[in-house]
């Protein structure tokens, strides 16, 4: 049995670049990390301008800065494990807790499985037939390439995919919600896939799902987080607090 | 059964103590936990590391986390075929996928028998 946390609380961030918002998930896991009280949270975010997330190990020579550049899209390296990401449109996640918390656990499939259960049965209130991933793993550079089985699939095309930073106290645990196209764009500023881009864009076309394909085009982060909210915090067994909200709407 | 010629930590790391040097590991269960790894970050040889602190990470399909030096002192050796073969780790984590020796290791961080180890995995 774990710890029975006092609150989950959540938000919906102001949209930022992708270093701050990288920074706003590295902070919240180094508070997670040293304050033994700290309240568990669900943070939600958008990218502006959209950015390309590189997983904590992956090699930077393989994008291509210009492109990127010239396209007005940032860069930036996740805390996170997993391949690459362009962040485009989409609803971004981020939970934070220490390490142990009733409903979330410790061991790194417990909190995969806790997190997929709230996303999966959010998503399906809002009608949204949401399914576990199938086991598989990226092929090659893109993080939505393949679905692993902690991550959320529709009709067996990835809509969330998901990274998780474990230290000695706490978690993080950050995906994204597939909204609109864009994501698939990734291929275009790798500079390995570059001369096979458009194949690269057009397998992860088929390969994901986003909101805008599904009809609920409408869903946007503040309802989903307050779905996803209650329903991490019915698993957690605790009450859910809605924290300061951002002065913009993200979606 | 896992050997009893070494310790183990509270981070699911093994030590063995040879002559001069200690051999650092990490354990069937962290690496079953973690699932199949795709990326090691070690220290160089050289490098002085200090007990408790993090001394490289470690990746996995599922996660990325720390590795904590068990004890203070400098790298000596680094398992060069992991670079290549990460899932050493997995296949053999006691043997070949050993991660870094330490020369003239001190200040260990608590460190307990085998029975005492397989007592807390079994626990949690």
């Known amino acids: 049995m774990g710890t029975v946390a006092r609150r989950l609380r959540w938000w919906v961030d102001t949209p930022a670049p992708g270093a701050v918002n990288m920074q706003r998930d590295r902070a919240l896991l180094q508070r997670a990390e040293s304050e033994p009280d700290f309240d568990p949270c669900l943070r939600l975010y958008a990218w502006d301008p959209p950015a390309l997330s590189l997983g904590f190990h992956q090699d930077d020579a393989e994008v291509d800065a210009g492109a990127l550049a010239a396209a007005g899209f940032g860069l930036v390296r996740r805390p996170t494990g997993g391949a690459a990401v362009l962040h485009h449109r989409e609803i971004t996640y981020a939970v934070v807790a220490r390490l142990g918390v009733e409903g979330l656990g410790r061991r790194v499939l417990e909190i995969h499985d806790a997190i997929a259960r709230a996303l999966s049965s959010s998503l399906i209130e809002l009608g949204v037939d949401a399914r576990r991933g199938g086991g598989g793993r990226p092929d090659g550079f893109a993080c939505f390439s393949a679905a692993g089985g902690h991550e959320i699939t529709v009709d067996g095309r990835k809509l969330v995919g998901s990274a998780l930073r474990r230290t000695r106290h706490a978690f993080l645990q950050h995906g994204s919600l597939l909204t609109g196209p864009g994501h698939e764009q990734l291929p275009r500023y790798l500079r390995g896939e570059r001369t096979r881009s458009e194949a690269g864009v057009e397998s992860l076309r088929v390969r994901t799902i986003t909101l805008d394909d599904l009809d609920a085009k409408d869903l946007d982060a503040t309802e989903w987080g307050e779905a996803f909210a209650r329903r991490l915090g019915e698993g957690l067994r605790t009450g859910v607090e809605r924290a300061h909200d951002a002065e913009h709407p993200i979606g | ?124």
């Open chain 2, 1 to 124: 059964m896992r050997p009893s010629d070494r310790k183990y930590t509270k981070e699911h790391e093994w030590v063995l103590e040879e002559d001069d040097e200690v051999t650092v590991g990490i354990t069937d269960y962290a690496s079953e936990e973690l699932g199949d790894i795709v990326y090691l970050d070690l220290p160089e040889e050289g490098v002085t590391i200090t007990a408790g602190e993090s001394m490289g990470s470690i990746e996995t399909v599922k996660a990325v986390e720390e590795i904590y030096a068990p004890a203070s002192g400098e790298i000596s050796a680094v398992n060069g075929d992991l670079a290549d073969a990460p899932e050493k780790v997995n296949e053999s984590p006691y043997e070949d996928g050993w991660l870094v020796k330490i020369r003239d290791a001190a200040d260990f961080v608590e460190l307990m028998s085998s029975d005492e180890y397989d007592g807390m995995v079994s626990g949690s």
